[in-house]
């Protein structure tokens, strides 16, 4: 074909997109929505032409005001998160968003990625790249998991639930809070494959081994202790935005734990007469292996931060790690999660898998902790503004955008597989 005949195609191709969204424009049956999502999909062209491509088409102009009106017009995630705020309650909004004290550790989780530079190589062929990841003898399509968030029917309807069909529609995996809305048998029959399993102990231990029972029966292949809640905290963020909420908050909160719980599955049935706090307060090293010695299948530990505590796990027997200062929630430290992650890689030296948690936000980020010896990322707050917003379509746009991005930093640095990803991927900005 001819240079003349290839650039006449090309003007062709771009005029029959042109009409056709003008078509699309004036047709009464299709939302603005829709045609930007059409626009999307037409301004792609082939398979990984985002990546690759600059096109104006990309995201159609159809806006109205600053919030974007459905998940096919976000950019970024941080999109979501307006569009959240004007959904929640004040109070719901608040919980979602409140770090502690002052947000300072919240901050900081952001502020420690502007401290780590990404190092572009050239001239390598990354025209397919490959970003599953192996843990525990499970592929996952993506080191990019979702962290556990509690009382999501707070933010949608359908809770966890249209979360975990996001999850199965993306391939990506997710865990599940014990607080969560939604019983982990549903969350797994919606995901369709098992999901690992955040465990509150609560200071009953009969209620301890029940949870974690119900959970290995369903199918989780890992349960994952929680361990920085024990020094309690202060949600000022929370606080201040419930001062604007006019709902009467005791018709759903009201005192003590059995109604704390009174409307969270996974303690239906359960005796919690005895139970006191949900985060077992109390809890020792010698707890962790009293659990160990009931967990059939694979022992998590989330919250470690420093490298004495990661060798004490591996001394207990813990299977893996998840660095996590609860996304800014547990302490103020103004210790990034990021900033410890190369402490915890070192101090585990390969034995067990590093997961993180904190602040991610970019695919730049995901690609970071991986330079950094991480494993996986689970994602927190984004995914949830997705749920609020737009439910399930907007945990999976949220995915999308993460996974997008992720994917083309990866060819930046020249990485066509995740093993490729390491500490000569980054530098210090």
């Known amino acids: 074909m001819s240079r003349l005949n290839q650039q006449n195609n090309g003007e062709n191709t771009a005029l029959n997109r042109r009409k056709l969204l003008e078509f699309l424009s004036a047709s009464p049956i299709l939302a603005p929505g829709a045609i930007s999502a059409v626009a999307g999909f037409l301004a792609a062209g082939t398979s990984g032409a985002l990546a690759q491509s600059y096109d104006v088409l990309r995201q159609a102009p159809v806006m109205d005001g600053d919030l974007i009106a459905n ?31 002052g947000d300072e550790t919240l901050k900081a989780n952001r502020e420690g990625f502007e401290k780590i530079a990404i190092r572009a190589r050239r001239l390598i062929d990354v025209r397919k790249i490959d970003t599953t990841v192996k843990i525990f003898g499970e592929t996952w399509g993506s080191p990019i998991a979702l962290a556990p968030i509690s009382s999501q029917g707070a933010f949608h309807p359908e809770a966890e639930g249209a979360v975990a069909r996001a999850c199965k529609a993306k391939n990506h995996q997710m865990i599940l809070s014990t607080v969560g809305s939604t019983s982990i048998e549903d969350v797994i029959k919606e995901r369709g494959s098992p999901v690992w399993y955040m465990l509150y102990p609560t200071d009953d231990w009969a209620v301890t081994e029940a949870l974690v029972k119900r959970a290995e029966k369903a199918g989780a292949p890992a349960i994952v202790l929680t361990v920085d809640r024990q020094g309690g905290r202060n949600t000022e963020t929370l606080f201040r935005e419930r001062r604007s909420d006019t709902r009467t908050c005791t018709d759903c909160h009201t005192p003590g734990f059995k109604n704390e719980v009174s409307r969270k599955p996974m303690f239906d049935d359960l005796d919690v007469s005895k139970v006191t706090n949900l985060y077992g307060t109390g809890m020792t090293w010698d707890y962790v292996k009293r659990l160990r010695g009931i967990v059939k299948g694979k022992l998590v530990l989330k919250g470690i931060v420093t490298h004495e505590d990661a060798k004490k796990a591996l001394e207990y027997g813990v299977d893996a790690l998840i660095v996590s200062n609860h996304g800014g929630r547990a302490e103020e430290s103004l210790q990034s999660t990021i900033g410890v992650l190369p402490e915890i890689v070192s101090a585990v030296n390969g034995k067990v898998p590093v997961l993180i948690d904190g602040g991610f936000r970019r695919g730049t980020d995901v690609i970071k902790a991986l330079a950094l010896g991480a494993t996986a990322v689970c994602v927190g707050r984004p995914y949830a503004w997705g749920l609020a917003a737009f439910g399930q379509p907007g945990v999976e746009m949220v995915l999308t955008l993460m996974q997008r991005e992720f994917e083309t930093i990866m060819r930046q640095v020249g990485a066509t597989k995740i093993a490729e990803i390491n500490a000569a991927s980054v530098s210090r900005a």
Do not use: M, R, T
């Open 71 to 101: 998940p096919a017009q976000a950019l970024n995630v941080f999109d979501f998160e307006a569009v959240a705020k004007k959904a929640l309650p004040p109070a719901h909004y608040g919980y979602l968003a409140s770090g502690v004290d």
